[in-house]
């Protein structure tokens, strides 16, 4: 058994484009894990092995990978950048120690790396920094430093300054041994040596490293007094307090370099084994209820020695059959043992272990607290689902995903395609649990619901690629919602009399607008049991059944209160199914009384432009009812934050590019629903009655 203190869990994250396959790959390099390095712009990359991701240079899943460095084992994730895939991010912090953030150092704190970096803060996830591309035009390593501070409200503790910048970039200045690192222009990582700090340098770094110190030394009363009082702390105490700070998410040890020209990742490495923590220095995972999801107080405590609990955080189907990925928090899982899945409460018997190396692996016997593997062949177990000991049966806090924006309608080609497509789907949708698909029961059609048009992209080119099921696809519909602008106090009754014991139940009750994300609220004020308590449930359930499907569209409808005040029963007829069937009556008699309106998506865009084009750009957002909220100019062009209607924003990135000569970026993610505009909320429910008519 390894000793756990040498293991680091870790993810590599950040925007697009920012260089994070870029720096996996030279990681693994550095460690021995591959003998020649891939890159991504030819789509040799190691852990982008889909086609879809050679193609476009884009990560779209996250890789597992594990590789050594000075005698510690470090378990990798490379995860995507690109916003639509955020669920994958969100998914492997759930499982890691520590983390690389990467930034790009031209482009900066970019719209991406801000939601990764506050997913990494929800999860409480130590980090180190890395500031990639100084080689690159328009690179500036403190700029970006500024940004971490302003934009992501975090504390770098810079360690290591650039020597040169863009084409005379040659190393780094390593602050707290006061040494510099060079490399040669043969770009191999090893041809480095270390020398005096150049003396265009010496200042500054001095000035850093009183910096760095007064900053690590806040971690220790006694080392802070010591050294207020004149006396230096010793390069392992500063070292024990820089590993302090960073665990406790106090300052983030901020680095630079340049991964594709093979310049500092050795001392992101270092930084990793020194400073990033080992699965016994975080906080053990809470247990939770496994029917209210409530946790009981009870954590799964990182020992070999423990019960079994592990957590399952990946699916993925390849050519050796379905894998799942697990990271097990506490005891020992053994080739052949069964476990428990408490979600589902069946047992499974594990087959196949393996250690994963993008989509290479070799075979496990066994594996312990700590560790992240993948398990062949498991049949009932989805994304977030516990394994855990049968005889102690226990829930690990399960994961929470965001609600698709976007649908599209899919149909095969040729009728043979329809198996095909339903087994195809049926393993997509375990691998991604932000992929959600329907059958429309009226039309037939098979909607496919996503996070964003190049999510459903990707999804269709696999479908095509790798399960052969040639589709035809419709237009992508906007996921529009209703709700009411109104009180409206109203009554129902339902009575019903034929031959034997008949149905009856009144309901008196106001319906009115609730509050902006509060769903649906139900409570009774009845006295005087003129409605007995034991149909409270059977009302709220009728009530709530109907909310999927609102007056106008058909849409489903989102933030509605309904007061119970008043109603009335017989002590012969009433029952629970009166009563629901009242509650279903009462719903479509009232909403359209209620003010209903159309509400849509709006999402939050972020757009980055050369300055000679901004005037262009905004006025294209105001054309697709933008609201533009700030502006921020850069280096090398302008961020523009705006909100814009999801139902304006299809084929934006190729009127962008047309717009920018090919130079602008944007990323969305969705904020909030709003009112429609009239016209709008006209055509819409003009086109779901002629759908309805034409049925």
């Given amino acids: 058994m390894t000793d756990l203190a040498h293991y680091r869990n870790i993810g590599i994250f950040a925007h697009v484009d920012a260089g994070k396959t870029t720096s996996t790959e030279r990681i693994l390099k550095l460690t021995g894990k591959i003998h020649k390095t891939g890159e991504v712009h030819d789509g040799a990359a190691t852990t982008d092995f889909m086609d879809q991701e050679a193609e476009r240079g884009i990560t779209i899943q996250s890789a597992a990978t594990t590789c050594f460095w000075k005698d510690h084992r470090l378990n990798i994730i490379d995860t995507p950048g690109h916003v639509d895939f955020t669920v994958e991010v969100y998914r492997s912090l759930k499982v890691l120690d520590g983390g690389v953030g990467v930034f790009c150092g031209s482009g900066g704190v970019e719209p991406q790396s801000e939601t990764n970096w506050r997913y990494a803060n929800e999860s409480e996830v130590a980090r180190v920094i890395f500031v990639n591309k100084l080689d690159r035009m328009g690179a500036d390593f403190y700029r970006v430093v500024e940004q971490v501070k302003k934009v992501l409200g975090a504390t770098p503790l810079v360690m290591t300054l650039p020597i040169g910048i863009e084409d005379d970039f040659k190393g780094v200045v390593d602050v707290l041994s006061q040494k510099a690192f060079i490399w040669d222009d ?11 700090i150049p003396e265009d340098l010496v200042e500054k770094a001095a ?3 009183e910096q760095l110190i007064e900053t690590a030394v806040e971690q220790d009363d006694d080392l802070m007094m010591a050294y207020m009082e004149g006396e230096e702390p010793s390069e392992e105490q500063i070292k024990e307090c820089i590993r302090k700070g960073t665990r406790d998410l106090a300052f983030f040890p901020t680095y630079c370099g340049s991964a594709f020209k093979n310049k500092g990742i050795q001392l992101v490495l270092d ?20 029917d209210t999801g409530e946790p009981t107080g009870e954590v799964a405590t990182v020992s070999a020695d423990e019960p079994l609990r592990a957590l399952a955080f990946k ?13 097990i928090y506490s005891g020992v899982m053994e080739k052949g043992m069964t476990v428990l899945n408490s979600y589902t409460g069946k047992t499974e018997r594990i087959g196949r272990m393996v250690e994963m190396h993008a989509d290479e692996r070799s075979e496990l016997e066994r594996a312990q607290a700590g560790d992240i593997i993948a398990v062949v062949g498991m049949k009932n177990v989805q994304t977030g689902h516990t394994l855990c000991d049968p005889n102690h049966e226990c829930t690990l806090e ?5 609600e698709p924006v976007i649908s599209i309608a899919v149909k095969p080609k040729d009728k043979g395609g329809t198996e095909k497509m339903g087994v195809a789907i049926g393993k997509m949708v375990a691998e991604d649990p932000s992929f959600i698909v329907e059958t429309d029961e009226d039309s037939g059609e098979t909607i496919l619901k996503g996070m964003g048009e190049l999510h459903l992209d990707i999804k269709v080119d696999i479908l095509k690629r790798t399960y052969g099921v040639e589709l035809e696809v419709g ?22 009399q034929s031959g034997g014991s008949g149905q009856f139940g009144k309901i008196d009750y106001r319906i009115k607008p609730g509050e902006v994300g509060s769903g649906f609220k139900f409570e009774s004020t009845v006295v005087g049991g003129n409605v007995p308590k034991e149909f409270f449930p059977a009302i709220e359930k009728g009530f709530k059944g109907m909310m999927d499907q609102g007056t106008l569209a058909g849409f489903p409808v989102l933030d509605v209160e309904v007061e119970l005040f008043d109603g009335g029963f017989h002590a012969v007829d009433s029952s629970a199914v009166a009563f629901e069937i009242a509650a279903k009556g009462a719903f479509r008699q009232s909403i359209p009384k209620a003010g209903p309106q159309l509400i849509e998506p709006i999402m939050k865009v972020d757009v980055f432009t050369p300055d000679d084009h901004v005037g262009d750009v905004i006025g294209d957002l105001n054309r697709r009812r933008g609201m533009i909220k700030d502006q921020e100019p850069g280096a090398t062009g302008v961020r523009i934050k705006a909100d814009v209607p999801l139902s304006e924003m299809f084929g934006y990135i190729g009127h962008l590019r047309t717009i920018t000569s090919g130079r602008g970026q944007f990323s969305m993610e969705f904020s909030h629903y709003l009112p429609c505009p009239a016209q709008v909320s006209e055509t819409v429910i003009a086109e779901a009655k002629a759908k309805r008519e034409a049925k």
Wanted: aromatic share 10%.
């Fill in 398 to 402: 399960p994961m929470i995903f965001p």
């Fill in 271 to 290: 930084a990793v084994v020194d400073y990033l923590p080992s699965p016994t220095e975080v906080d053990a995972q809470p247990l939770t209820d496994k």
């Fill in 475 to 496: 237009q992508p519909q906007v996921a529009y919602r209703e709700t009411i602008t109104q009180m409206v106090e109203d009554s129902y009754t339902h009575k019903k």
């Fill in 186 to 196: 043969t770009g191999l990582p090893e041809n480095y040596e270390v020398v005096d």
């Fill in 207 to 209: 000035e850093y490293r």
């Fill in 315 to 327: 699916i993925m189907d390849d050519r050796f059959g379905a894998l799942t990925f697990i990271r």
